[in-house]
């Protein structure tokens, strides 16, 4: 399923095809499961399901870092 969120690093819309159903995921919205209990999803799926963070968002926050922007 395609899901849509918001970087918080860049504020732009990130999106992403991982492999969980919608009831799956209104389960975990509701506090009914954990994403630990979807095996088939990769950690980078989990951590953009949580903070809307993509890999290329960690990166740029330490690119940010790095410069004393922050």
């Known amino acids: 399923m395609k899901i849509t969120r918001i970087s918080p ?3 732009k819309p990130n999106e ?3 492999a969980i159903t919608p009831k799956e995921l209104v389960d975990w919205y509701d506090g009914k499961s954990s994403l630990t209990r979807f095996c088939n999803i990769t950690e980078e799926d989990r951590e953009f399901l949580r903070s809307g963070m993509t890999d290329a968002c960690w990166n740029e926050l330490a690119a940010i870092e790095k410069d004393g922007v922050v």
Request: glycine share 16%; charged share 35%; net charge neutral.
């Open 9 to 11: 690093v860049t504020g």
């Open 16 to 18: 992403r095809d991982i």
